[in-house]
């Protein structure tokens, strides 16, 4: 099984700000690979897919970037909206896997 | 408008039994495989189990196989999913997801509000 690794754990970030997070696979996934939202009480919601294309509706701040190996999510400005729990998953290897999630938090 | 809506979730003993079900509306069910997947209360995610869209193929996690049955009615666009032989470890809330492409990608667009499954004595 394929572990996906994120970091930071918790990510301090003041409104406004830019926010990269990290995923790392421990063999490639090529670019199959997507970001998860996950705001308390709420169920995850697709953010990105292939690593790097937006799910329907999610606005442009979000990017994700990466192939192989390393991945980023970056959130351009932090909208009080967007604190929340991201997880990355791959799913280029059986069984599908998920990381441990970052948690975005207002600094 | 895509819907998922689990049910089934309660308190169990361990070497307990428990089925669950998602009914599902807003797309065309039968073209699409489906998934469980499981949250520990404030923990990470778990993918647990798949269904091709016939329900001809099937797939599980380590952690549940031999264990846990996943199956479909398409007649009904519902989804099950039957526990037995349940652990203290079992304990989680339990997601219906729908898989994001008709061609099966194992990435999920939509899920469900989640059923919670709780195994204790």
């Known amino acids: 099984e394929i572990v996906m690794t994120q970091s930071p754990a918790t990510l301090s970030v003041s409104p406004g700000e830019r926010a990269t997070l990290s995923c790392r696979a421990s063999?490639?996934?090529?670019?199959?690979l997507a970001w998860y939202q996950q705001k308390p009480g709420q169920v995850p919601r697709l953010l990105i897919y292939?690593?790097?294309t937006r799910a329907t509706g999610i606005p442009a701040r979000f990017s994700g970037s990466g192939s192989g190996i390393e991945f980023t999510l970056t959130i351009s400005s932090l909208q009080s909206e967007d604190f929340a729990i991201y997880y990355c998953?791959?799913?280029?290897?059986?069984?599908?896997?998920f990381g441990q999630g970052t948690k975005v938090e207002i600094k | 408008e895509v819907q998922l809506v689990e049910s089934g979730g309660v308190v169990v003993q361990p070497g307990g039994s428990l089925r669950l079900a998602c009914a599902a509306s807003?797309?065309?069910?039968?073209?699409?495989?489906m998934h469980w997947v499981r949250q520990i209360p404030g923990k990470g995610l778990e993918w647990v189990s798949l269904?091709?869209?016939?329900?001809?193929?099937?797939y599980y996690a380590d952690s549940v196989k031999g264990r846990f049955t996943i199956s479909r009615d398409n007649s009904k666009n519902s989804l099950y999913l039957q526990m037995n032989s349940l652990r203290t470890e079992d304990t989680a809330f339990y997601y219906c997801?729908?898989?994001?492409?008709?061609?099966?990608?194992?990435?999920?667009?939509?899920w469900g509000q989640g059923t919670l499954v709780t195994v204790s004595s």
């Open positions: 997801a729908k898989d994001s492409q008709q061609l099966a990608t194992y990435y999920f667009d939509y």
């Open positions: 807003g797309f065309i069910f039968d073209d699409y495989t």
């Open positions: 269904i091709s869209w016939d329900g001809g193929s099937t």
């Open positions: 063999q490639s996934v090529s670019s199959n």
């Open positions: 292939g690593a790097s």
């Open positions: 998953q791959q799913y280029n290897n059986w069984p599908p896997s």
